[in-house]
C-alpha cells in the first residue's frame, strides 16, 4: 500500500484521505461529536420534512424552503460524514476515484444550493415583514417551484467543471489526500501539471456564490431592520429583531467557514492543517444541526405541530 501511494502514476484508481493529519491520536475523541452532531442533524431534518408534510397547514411558502434546506442538510452532511466517521472508527482510508470525483461534485453542488435557499428564504422573509399584505399574490406555489428550480439548476451546473477539471488533469506525485473528504482543491493540488484554470475557477465558484448571494442577504436582511423598527410597539420589534437575528447566526455559521476555509486552502500556506480541516468540519456539520433548531424549532407553527405529535403519542 505504501509503495503505490509514493510511486508514479497518471491514473490513479483510489486516493487515500487521511482524515485530520496531525491529530491521528485523536481521532476517536473527535468522532464522538461529529457522530452526535450527525444524528442531530439528521434527525432534525427529518422531523422538520415529517412535520410539513403531515400538516396541510403548513403547505405554504416559507415551510417549502425549510423543506429544501431540510433536503440539502440532509445530503450535505451524509456526503462527506459517514466517511469521515469510517476513517476515524475504522481506518477506512480508501476511495474510488471516482467515488472522490461524485463526493466532489455533490458537496460543491449542495453548497451552492444551500446558499441559494437561504437567499430564497431571506427574501420570503423580506416579503412577509415589509409586505404582508402582498406576501401570498407575491410567492404564490408556481413562484415558489420556479425560484426552487433556479436554485437546483444554478447551483447543478456551476459545480459541474469541479469534478469535470479534476479528472484531466494527470496525477504522478501521490494519492494521499490530507483531509477527511474529496474537496476540488485538495484533489487537484496532487496534480502534476499547471492547475491555474482549477484554482481561478474555484475562485469564481466562491466569490459568484457566496459573494453574490451574501449581498442578497444583507439587502434584505437591511430592508427587514429597516421595517422592524417601524414596528408600532416594543415587543413585536424585540420578538421579530431576536427572530432577524437567530436567522443571521446560522447564515454565519455556513458562509463563514466556508470563506475563510477556502481562501486559506489558496493563500494561508502557514496555518496548521489541522487547524484549517477542523474548520472546514464546521461548515459541513454544524449549519445542518443548526439550521431545524433557529427555522424549526423556534418557528412558532413547526414548534406547535411538534408539541401537538408528542402529546398526542402519550395520550
Known amino acids: 500500500m505504501s509503495e503505490s501511494n509514493t510511486t508514479d502514476f497518471t491514473n490513479p484508481s483510489n486516493f487515500i484521505l487521511l482524515g485530520i493529519p496531525g491529530l491521528e491520536a485523536a481521532h476517536i475523541w473527535i468522532s464522538i461529536p461529529f457522530c452526535a452532531m450527525y444524528a442531530i442533524a439528521v434527525l432534525g431534518n427529518l422531523t422538520i420534512l415529517f412535520i410539513v408534510k403531515r400538516e396541510p397547514i403548513l403547505h405554504e411558502p416559507m415551510f417549502y424552503f425549510l423543506c429544501m434546506l431540510a433536503i440539502t442538510d440532509l445530503v450535505m452532511c451524509t456526503s462527506t460524514v459517514p466517511k469521515m466517521l ?37 427574501f420570503d422573509r423580506y416579503v412577509a415583514i415589509c409586505h404582508p399584505l402582498r406576501h401570498s399574490t407575491i410567492l404564490t406555489n408556481s413562484i415558489v417551484a420556479k425560484i426552487g428550480l433556479a436554485v437546483v439548476l444554478r447551483s447543478g451546473i456551476i459545480a459541474l467543471p469541479f469534478p469535470f477539471l479534476a479528472r484531466r488533469w494527470p496525477y504522478c506525485r501521490t494519492n494521499i489526500i490530507p483531509h477527511f473528504y474529496c474537496g476540488h482543491i485538495g484533489v487537484v493540488k496532487l496534480a502534476c501539471s499547471d492547475i491555474r484554470i482549477s484554482s481561478y475557477y474555484g475562485l469564481f465558484y466562491l466569490f459568484s456564490v457566496i459573494g453574490i448571494d451574501v449581498i442578497f442577504i ?18 413585536a420589534r424585540l420578538k421579530t429583531f431576536g427572530t432577524c437575528i437567530s436567522h443571521l447566526c446560522a447564515i454565519s455559521a455556513l458562509y463563514i ?34 439550521d431545524p433548531i433557529i427555522y424549526g424549532v423556534r418557528t412558532k407553527e413547526i414548534r406547535n405541530r411538534l408539541l401537538q405529535l408528542f402529546t398526542h403519542k402519550e395520550t
Open 86 to 122: 469510517s476513517i476515524f472508527w475504522f481506518n477506512s482510508r480508501e476511495i474510488d476515484f471516482s467515488a472522490c470525483l461524485t463526493q466532489m461534485y455533490f458537496v460543491h453542488s449542495f453548497s451552492a444550493m444551500e446558499s441559494g435557499i437561504l437567499v430564497a428564504m431571506a
Open 218 to 235: 444583507a439587502v434584505s436582511y437591511t430592508l427587514i431592520l429597516r421595517a422592524i423598527f417601524r414596528l408600532p410597539t416594543k415587543d
Open 257 to 290: 467557514p466556508d470563506l475563510f476555509s477556502s481562501l486559506i486552502q489558496r493563500f494561508g500556506h502557514n496555518v496548521p492543517r489541522h487547524f484549517l480541516i477542523l474548520i472546514t468540519s464546521v461548515y459541513q456539520v454544524v449549519p445542518p444541526v443548526l
